[in-house]
């Protein structure tokens, strides 16, 4: 039971991430195809990625982003009775790559699954556990994103192949009573879906229709007016559901698709580029990876803080998008 004046709340307690050891420069991508590192900069602002080579999987990166995340909150992985990961680029049809992860980190035993919600997949994630952990199915769980996009890329298309990379991020979240005002926690989540535009992101195949693994394939100039539309409109339902103004919000932290769209998002929520937490150049789209690599980047370098209010958000095809208010 919670006591008065406090509520149970999701609370992060831990981040990690992990990135490919190999970086690809934008100059290396345009030996490979027609591009030029101004193009791809002035259009994306995208730098450079990291990109999977061998022995580096969806798995093997959501291990190491998993370790990091448990070593940071100092809890043990086999503390963990939750898993759920999110993922487009899964290690295998089935099981759950989550499955692969509990394995590895001795969580055996507890609830694991993944999550495919594309880029939008950490914010879906982090809705699921929260309920879960505020209805006591879980106690401790563990979020994480994982994908390696460049297996799914066709690397002919210099539309697309450019804008992508591989690398994980995790959080740990552990069920506390908080404080009703003021409180650590996740204080709202609200996630959306329209399968309507199915065709301005997606990927050409899959188990059941090519029965192969197929490409990405994108509309940018659609995704982005909508990304942009919808990013702004979720994150006001949150903010409206948790009682707070834009003014409040310490780092956004949001899904790092392109640096244009974060641009376009902080400029209609009249929020400062300073409290936008931009990854983009380094890591490029890493997907259901982004966020969590963001967070966990901005924390490991001291900008967000315990106390601090932030907002993570993320729109990806299906389309899906999301957003989740958290005081850490």
Known sequence: M???GTVRRSVLIGTGSALPQRC???AEMAAMVDTTDEWIVERTGIRQRYIAGEGETTASLAIDAAKAALAAAGVEGGSIDLIVLATATAEQTFPATATIVQNAIGANGGIAFDVAAVCSGFVYAVGVADSMLRSGMARR????GAETFSR???????TTCVLFGDGAGAVVLEAQDSAQDGGAGILATR?????????????????????????????GRE??????????????????????????????????????????????LNMSPDRVVV?????????AA???????????DGRVKAGDLILIEAMGGGFTWGASLIRV
Do not use: C
């Open 2 to 4: 919670s006591g008065q």
């Open 24 to 26: 690809v420069s934008n």
């Open 141 to 144: 769980a563990l979020v994480i």
């Open 152 to 158: 799914i890329l066709d690397w002919e298309d210099r």
């Open 191 to 219: 996630l959306h879906a329209d399968g309507a535009h199915n065709q301005l992101l997606f990927v050409d195949g899959g188990p059941s229709t090519t029965q192969t693994v197929g490409h990405l394939r994108m509309k």
């Open 223 to 268: 995704v982005f007016r909508h990304a942009v539309t919808n990013l702004a409109s979720v994150v006001g339902e949150v903010l409206e559901d948790a009682g707070h103004t834009p003014d409040d919000i310490d780092w956004l932290v949001p899904h790092q698709a392109n640096a244009r769209i974060l641009e376009a998002t902080a400029k209609k």
């Open 279 to 287: 990854t983009v150049p380094e890591h490029a789209n890493t997907s």
């Open 290 to 300: 982004s966020v969590p690599l963001a967070l966990d980047t901005a924390v490991r």
